[in-house]
């Protein structure tokens, strides 16, 4: 029997179409949406699923992490060979970076959508979700984890996020540049995602805030989140992870409460580290039981301190996990 790729469809422009009076909305269903791509079952056997229809922004860390118990219990069965999630772009990349963390075993899962919805001239969800199913299906693509595969290129979760909000070239990986790319006969890889990492816990803590600082930044809402008592706090800092000495005070006093609080940086690529001990400098934050993000954006950063928080609370463990990355 030949195997299949399990389609599980979310939502995103790539099911929507213009409704002359309401705007873009959802309007396509799963079994739809797979049946409206040429040749696509000819690329091997699918089964959909239709997870949920909705925009990507009302997706939630909860659903992201129920849609990876899903696709995780799927991959188990030795006749499915890989799995695509279908999904709206806006948050497209936290998706596939949770589903990353969670997943286990080498099968592919590919998550793809579209920028022009049905109604577009030029829709793109044709051949996004064609590639998809090509690349989910290809040996070459095993062991590579959550791969994103928009506009012929294949990202890897970790690295990709969304530069622009209307061009259909808009995934890309900064710094790193894309794994490989889909080709007419072909599926082409250059590198391998290295630096992935693993974390499955029974269930995630959601109770995790980001709060992003920009010049003259105070501790005013990182104050009020550590006075509700939140779990985890992840903080968008600037260049090496240096916050503006006026935030530097929240920012202890949240870390004196017990809540782990993590540093990232607004740079789209680098790592935070404990260079620059000036009042606010990353050093300083550090010494203070600040935990640096490393190379992890503040979104991506967010949800892995939700699961993170799912496996353990221990101050050092913590440190581990994020340090490590
Ligand atoms: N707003 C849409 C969404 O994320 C954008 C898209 O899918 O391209 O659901």
Not at 129 to 135: E, P, Q, S, T
Not at 235 to 244: H, K, Q, S, T
Not at 270 to 284: C, E, F, I, N, W
Request: proline share 5%; net charge negative; aromatic share 4%.
């Amino acid at each position: 029997m030949d195997k299949k790729v399990l389609i599980l469809t979310t939502g995103g422009t790539i099911a929507m179409k213009l409704d002359p009076e309401l705007g873009v909305i959802p309007a396509v269903s799963g079994e739809d949406l797979v049946d409206s791509v040429p040749g696509l079952r000819d690329v091997c056997p699918v089964e959909v699923r239709e997870f949920s229809n909705v925009p990507s922004p009302h997706m939630t860390p909860r659903l992201m992490f129920e849609l990876g118990g899903i696709i995780e219990e799927a991959l188990r069965h030795d006749d499915v060979l890989g799995a695509v999630v279908t999904h709206g772009t806006d948050t497209l990349e936290e998706t596939a970076y949770l589903l990353d963390l969670l997943h286990a075993g080498d099968k592919p899962v590919c998550v793809t959508g579209a920028m022009r919805s049905g109604t577009d001239v030029s829709y793109d969800g044709t051949v996004n979700l064609l590639d998809a199913v090509r690349v989910a299906a290809a040996p070459e693509a095993r062991g590579k984890g959550v791969l994103v595969v928009l506009n012929d290129e294949i990202h890897a979760a970790r690295e990709v996020t969304k530069t622009h909000s209307a061009s259909v070239k808009t995934f890309e990986s900064p710094f790193w540049g894309p794994l490989g790319y889909v080709d007419a006969d072909r599926i082409v890889f250059r590198r391998e995602p290295l630096g992935r990492q693993s974390l499955r816990p029974a269930d995630l803590v959601e109770d995790v805030h980001l709060v992003k600082l920009a010049s003259g930044s105070d501790s005013l809402l990182i104050d009020f989140l550590a006075d509700r008592g939140v779990r985890g706090l992840i903080i968008e800092a600037f260049g090496r992870g240096n916050v503006p000495p006026t935030a530097a005070p929240g920012i202890r006093r949240a870390i004196a409460k017990g809540i782990p609080v993590v540093i990232t940086t607004r740079t789209h690529t680098g790592r935070v580290l404990d260079v620059y001990g000036y009042d606010g400098g990353a050093k300083t934050l550090k010494e203070a039981g600040a935990i640096l993000g490393g190379e992890t954006s503040a979104i991506k950063a967010r949800l892995k301190l939700m699961l993170a928080l799912g496996l353990t609370s221990e101050k050092d463990a913590l440190k581990k996990i994020f340090e490590e990355a």
